[in-house]
């Protein structure tokens, strides 16, 4: 991709998988399940605890927070029409908010759970948004982290086998000349600058239970792509 780097607006109406509400629900399942394990709940995993989804999109994650007992939740994206959706269908128990994830419109230390599921390669400054994300989460809060990794042999979005291994100039040739976009935005990390992304957070790492134990964190969610692209897991201030 040529020129800079600007952010994905609108993300829902050009990626159809934002609004698979099966999917997504599947998503938010396994979502749960892991903070759940983690702070020990079987049930009401959220129950009194603030909650924010950060690029929730049209909104189903972060109605399935809230199904899970948290006392507040919120649901921050740029996406304004994905937004305009959440908010027609759950805005009685979510309350979405507009608002760039380097600036998020929390106090110091007020968030108990944040979910930042799979959105790390979309945006410009992903070390800005885990700053931010460090600020408003309380000092015994849990950052829930869904990535990618630059190493996986097939990479999810474009369905093309180590697309995102390639400097951006060959990556954006090759979606090209597959006639899948017209260049490839995603930035992926490996997994030494995925630790240099959380480095001051104590990190439990939750991706070889999950694929262990499927059925203990929703199994009905599937992994895509090679063993080992995507990893799951939770961190502490």
Request: net charge neutral.
């Amino acid at each position: 991709m040529s020129g800079e780097r600007v952010a994905q607006l609108e993300y829902s109406e050009f990626q159809a998988a934002m609004l698979d509400e099966e999917k997504r629900r599947r998503k938010a399942a396994k979502i749960v399940a892991v903070l759940g394990h983690f702070l020990g709940r079987r049930e009401r995993v959220l129950e009194g605890l603030t909650v924010a989804d950060i690029g929730c999109s049209a909104g189903f994650i972060a109605d399935e927070l809230a199904a899970a007992g948290a006392r507040r939740t919120f649901g921050v994206d740029i996406d304004v029409p994905g937004l305009r959706k959440a908010s027609a269908r759950f805005g009685e128990r979510v309350r979405f908010v507009c608002a760039d994830g380097t600036a998020l419109p929390f106090p110091d230390d007020s968030i108990d759970v944040l979910v930042f599921n799979h959105i790390y390669e979309h945006v410009v400054d992903p070390d800005a948004i885990m700053a931010e994300m460090r600020r408003v989460l309380a000092p015994d809060g849990v950052l829930y982290l869904g990535l990618g990794n630059r190493l996986g042999v097939m990479e999810p979005h474009y369905k093309l086998p180590f697309l995102s291994y390639l400097p951006p100039a060959l990556a954006d040739r090759y979606v090209r000349l597959s006639g899948r976009a017209d260049s490839y935005y995603e930035r992926y990390r490996t997994r030494r600058g995925l630790r240099r992304m959380v480095r001051g957070l104590r990190v439990w790492d939750y991706t070889f239970p999950v694929l262990a134990t499927p059925a203990e964190f929703a199994g009905s969610e599937l992994f895509p792509g090679a063993v080992g692209r995507v990893a799951e897991g939770v961190l502490s201030q």
